[in-house]
């Protein structure tokens, strides 16, 4: 392994009130992606599938969307994932909040906003697990 490689996969000097904190919001997010959000996708919950409806994409989307929901939930809470997790949600993130603007007239907008900043919060915490990864998958290639 070169410096270069040791040094970007080094993990940043987080305090110990910091990490645990990061932890904390990190379950925080996986299960609030889990239950409310993901759940009822999962189960076509009528609220849910009227979302959907009214944004023309139907009930295929919402399952699509209810399962990547679930897959970063999980993936949030796995240490060498969580950086890469935190990053593919603040991608939904910004899907969801395109979809409230346009299709949704925009009511709460707010809400992806605060998720991608928090996501953003363990995107840059967990910088160094993304850097891991990807030096994994670069070796295996």
Do not use: C, N
């Not at 009822?40 to 969307?65: C, N, Q, R, T």
């Not at 909040?97 to 925009?106: E, K, R, S």
Request: glycine share 10%; proline share 4%; charged share 10%.
């Amino acid at each position: 392994m070169t410096t270069t490689t040791a040094q970007a996969t080094a993990a940043p000097a987080l305090s110990r009130r910091a990490g645990i904190g990061v932890w904390t919001l990190q379950i925080v997010l996986a299960l609030f992606f889990a239950i409310p959000s993901a759940a009822p996708k999962l189960v076509g919950h009528a609220s849910a599938a009227e979302s959907f409806d009214a944004i023309g994409l139907g009930g295929w989307f919402m399952y699509l969307v209810g399962a990547l929901e679930l897959a970063g939930a999980i993936g949030l809470v796995i240490p060498v994932l969580s950086g890469v997790s935190a990053l593919a949600l603040i991608g939904l993130m910004a899907g969801a909040l395109v979809t409230q603007l346009a299709f949704l007239d925009g009511q709460y907008w707010f809400t992806p906003v605060i998720f991608a900043v928090l996501l953003a919060v363990v995107a840059r915490a967990r910088r160094h697990h993304t850097a891991q990864l990807l030096a994994l998958v670069r070796t295996r290639m």
